[in-house]
């Protein structure tokens, strides 16, 4: 995981050439945790930034170029590969994502690099990706600043445009600041800089994902594509495991978003299975949060996903004996909440409802992973921290076979429709907004469900495995023995936590915008 910002400030700002280094060592001093600059506009995104990558970060200003380069970057491929890196004196590349391509044997950023050598095209090295990313290229030859998302929008990536086009800022994150887009997953922005224009004409991915009507009302195909899911989740699951290895946290756990649900318990399981064919020596966390809601009275502790996550947590204990499970319970209070609200509002932005906020409250608190380890494990609550600075989550199953509520009674054609909708349009309703909060506590978040092979297999299933999520509860079932989980019924994060509705005015919608309290 790494935090982006570059800028091109045209003739509208002289600012003096020059690259610094900013160690860790410099980074965990309080005192500097913001890093001026004369580009006054860019000081409240700079701490942000610098957030996603407690490793390393940098600044690179170039008056030739009339640009401005900030980077920080969480190591977890060998080599620790500093950035913004310049190739050939030509490229300059700013990457953040995790590349699964066959022929990468170590570290990806470092095979895009190598790529840029090679090729000398950013359009061909671009759509050669395979893997959660985001990106800024700036060719010195042509005066072009390339930069996007992978074809799912995994990782966060927004821009603006400064009057008459004559400035351009690209980030991972930006806070409240007003004019910012987020960039459309796939599509590859190219800004001229010699004309001032940009273009979004390009794509990686030609086409949207297109979830096929066909049915298979006898269900003949049924176990023969339960096996063909398996597989590729299996292959999903184990790229996102081998591609770990952090240079500052000796055998790091693996943590994962737990609420005890299905999806997670299916990612749960499978990460269980790939550490053991793997041999991997390594713990696995999982996070499950809970709030204590003022308008309930209810208790972290008594929240609907922290009784069904111990049941889950107890379940995969007997399926894998062998492998260290840390059930992490995290508390958060109401104080607590209120205390952290405006900083999680400030991350999500533009995104400012009452929904918006109570999923991001959920997974902020989750990823900072401050707990305690259960009783059942230690016969009293220990105090916790999360170690594991990997977080593998389920979500896309949804979107996928059909788990949502308000999927249940719509017509085929409906179906398909809502279907196509759900997964093309994830990167704005979900991803953009949970990267920025998940990433601001220096973790990187690692999506099975939505490895794009799994997309292309899943949108061809018969449209009647995907009602209430058929396939997938019995791929739970029959294939990972997880019996009671696989008949879990949907209950989003925000009414298992009790992150919604927090207060005594219960009166209010997801979809209202947040009031300043």
């Known amino acids: 995981m790494c935090g982006i910002l570059t800028h091109y400030y045209g003739s509208n700002a002289h600012v003096e050439s020059f690259f610094t280094e900013l160690s860790e060592e410099w980074l965990s001093r309080k005192?500097?945790?913001?890093?001026?600059?004369?580009?006054?506009?860019?000081?409240n995104i700079i701490p942000l930034v610098m957030e996603r990558g407690p490793n390393y970060a940098s600044m690179r200003i170039s008056n030739e170029d009339k640009m401005l380069w900030f980077s920080s970057v969480l190591s977890l491929r060998e080599p620790l590969t500093?950035?913004?890196?310049?190739?050939?004196?030509?490229?300059?590349?700013?990457?953040?994502?995790?590349?699964?391509?066959?022929?990468?044997?170590?570290?990806?950023?470092?095979?895009?690099?190598?790529?840029?050598?090679?090729?000398?095209?950013?359009?061909?090295?671009?759509?050669?990706l395979e893997g959660e990313f985001a990106y800024t290229i700036?060719?010195?030859?042509?005066?072009?600043?390339?930069?996007?998302?992978?074809?799912?929008?995994?990782?966060?990536?927004?821009?603006?445009?400064?009057?008459?086009?004559?400035?351009?800022?690209?980030?991972?994150?930006t806070g409240k600041i007003d004019n910012f887009q987020n960039c459309q997953a796939g599509v590859v922005y190219v800004y001229d800089i010699s004309k001032s224009?940009?273009?979004?004409?390009?794509?990686?991915?030609?086409?949207?994902?297109?979830?096929t009507d066909a049915e298979d009302s006898e269900l003949v195909d049924l176990a023969t594509n339960i096996e063909k899911l398996y597989f590729n989740l299996n292959n999903a699951v184990k790229c996102r495991l081998e591609t770990i290895h952090p240079l500052h946290v000796e055998n790091s756990p693996i943590a994962i978003l737990f609420s005890g649900g299905l999806d997670c318990s299916v990612i749960a399981a499978l990460v269980c299975h790939q550490i053991k064919n793997l041999g991997m020596n390594t713990a696995v966390e999982l996070l499950n949060v809970g709030f204590e809601n003022q308008r309930?009275?209810?208790?972290?502790s008594d929240v609907p996903d922290r009784i069904l996550g111990r049941q889950s947590f107890k379940a995969l204990q007997k399926l894998f004996p062998d492998i260290e499970l840390r059930f992490v319970e995290v508390d958060v209070t109401y104080k607590e909440y209120l205390e952290y609200r405006p900083k999680i509002l400030d991350l999500i932005y533009p995104k400012q409802t009452e929904m918006d906020l109570s999923i991001a409250a959920a997974f902020y608190f989750a990823a900072k992973g401050s707990g305690f380890l259960s009783k059942e494990q230690?016969?009293?609550?220990?105090?916790?921290?999360?170690?594991?600075?990997v977080l593998f989550s389920g979500l896309g199953a949804d979107e996928l076979y059909g788990g949502y509520h308000k999927l249940a009674n719509k017509s085929k054609t409906e179906l398909v429709e809502e279907l196509e909708r759900q997964i093309n349009n994830i990167h704005d309703r979900n991803l953009s907004r949970d990267d920025k909060v998940l990433a601001s506590n220096g973790v990187e978040v690692r999506y099975p469900f939505l490895d794009e092979s799994v997309i292309e297999f899943s949108t061809k299933l018969p449209l009647n495995y995907k009602i209430n999520?058929?396939?997938?509860?019995?791929?739970?079932?029959?294939?990972?023995?997880?019996?009671?989980?696989?008949?879990e019924p949907k209950r989003a994060i925000q009414f298992g936590a009790k992150s919604a509705k927090m207060t005594k005015n219960g009166n209010k919608h997801g979809t209202d915008l947040v009031q300043d309290s």
């Not at 998302?149 to 980030?171: A, H, M, W, Y």
């Not at 224009?197 to 979830?211: C, G, T, Y």
């Not at 309930?296 to 972290?300: A, D, S």
């Not at 999520?469 to 008949?487: T, V, Y």
Request: with cysteine; glycine share 4%; net charge neutral.
């Open 197 to 211: 224009k940009l273009s979004a004409d390009m794509k990686i991915r030609p086409e949207n994902f297109v979830v």
């Open 469 to 487: 999520k058929m396939i997938l509860r019995k791929l739970a079932e029959e294939k990972l023995q997880l019996g009671d989980i696989s008949a």
């Open 82 to 128: 500093k950035q913004s890196i310049i190739v050939e004196d030509r490229f300059v590349l700013q990457y953040n994502g995790e590349c699964y391509n066959s022929s990468i044997l170590q570290n990806d950023t470092q095979w895009i690099v190598d790529q840029l050598r090679e090729h000398l095209d950013v359009l061909h090295v671009i759509k050669s």
């Open 378 to 389: 230690f016969g009293s609550r220990v105090s916790y921290d999360r170690h594991g600075i």
């Open 138 to 173: 700036y060719d010195r030859l042509t005066q072009e600043v390339f930069f996007g998302r992978d074809p799912i929008g995994k990782r966060s990536l927004s821009f603006r445009l400064g009057t008459d086009n004559q400035e351009l800022t690209v980030c991972s994150v």
């Open 296 to 300: 309930t009275h209810m208790l972290p």
């Open 31 to 43: 005192e500097l945790r913001s890093c001026r600059t004369e580009l006054e506009s860019l000081n």
